[in-house]
C-alpha cells in the first residue's frame, strides 16, 4: 500500500515543474534577439549585421567601410529565377545612382562559386558581388530564402527591406531616393 503512495504524493510536482517549463520557455525567448524584419515592421532601424566576404571578381569587403554610403545589399542564387528577373534593375540602380554615393552589393549564397560567376557574367551585373559560402551572413540577416534586399543608411542601420523579388523600377526608385535622403 505504500508504493501507490509515493506516486500519490508526487503528483503536485507536475503543475510546479509545467510553470517552471513555461517561466524558463519565456525567459529564454525575451533574451532571444528579435528578427531584424520584425524590427523593421515595428519602424526601428537595426544594425546592418556586418560582415566580411570574399568578392567574386577577388579581394574581400567589409560591410564597416561603406559606412557613410547608403547600401542596397541584395542576397541571390543562380538557380533563383526570380533572382535573375530583379538583377537587370539592381543593375540599373547601381548604374543611375552610384553617382549620388549610393552602393549597390550583391551577396551570393547557397551556391557553387562557378555557378555565380556564370550568373553575374549572364546578367551583365558590374556591381560588386560578394560570395557568403558558409551562409553566416544569410543566418544573421535572417533571410527565409532569395531574393531578399536590404537598403542600409549612411549610418549602417537597416531602414527597408524587400523580400522577394521587385522588379518594377518605380519600387526601387522609390525606395532608393527615401534611402539616399534618410539621416
Known amino acids: 500500500m505504500s508504493t501507490n503512495r509515493v ?12 510553470l ?15 528578427s531584424i524584419t520584425v524590427r523593421i515592421a515595428r519602424g526601428e532601424r ?22 557613410g554610403r547608403p547600401v542596397i545589399l541584395n542576397f541571390w542564387a543562380s538557380w533563383c ?8 534593375l539592381l543593375e540599373r540602380a547601381w548604374q543611375t545612382y552610384r553617382a549620388r554615393g549610393l552602393v549597390v552589393v550583391g551577396v551570393n549564397i547557397q551556391d557553387f562559386e562557378r555557378e555565380a560567376r556564370r550568373f553575374v557574367a549572364a546578367t551583365g551585373t558590374t556591381f560588386t558581388n560578394v ?6 551572413t544569410y543566418q544573421a540577416y ?5 531574393p531578399e534586399t536590404f537598403f ?32
Open 46 to 67: 537595426p544594425a546592418a549585421p556586418p560582415f566580411r566576404l570574399p568578392k567574386l571578381d577577388g579581394g574581400t569587403l567589409d560591410l564597416v567601410d561603406l559606412r
Open 7 to 18: 506516486p500519490l504524493r508526487l503528483l503536485w510536482l507536475v503543475p510546479v515543474l509545467i
Open 81 to 88: 529565377v526570380p533572382c535573375k528577373d530583379e538583377a537587370p
Open 142 to 146: 535572417g533571410l527565409t530564402g532569395v
Open 20 to 34: 517552471l517549463g513555461v517561466l524558463g520557455y519565456a525567459t529564454v525567448r525575451k533574451q532571444q534577439p528579435q
Open 152 to 183: 542600409v543608411d549612411r549610418q549602417g542601420r537597416i531602414v527597408q527591406k524587400f523580400p522577394g523579388a521587385v522588379t518594377q523600377w518605380s519600387s526601387w526608385q522609390e525606395a532608393i531616393e527615401r534611402l539616399l535622403l534618410s539621416q
Open 131 to 136: 560570395r557568403d559560402g558558409e551562409n553566416l
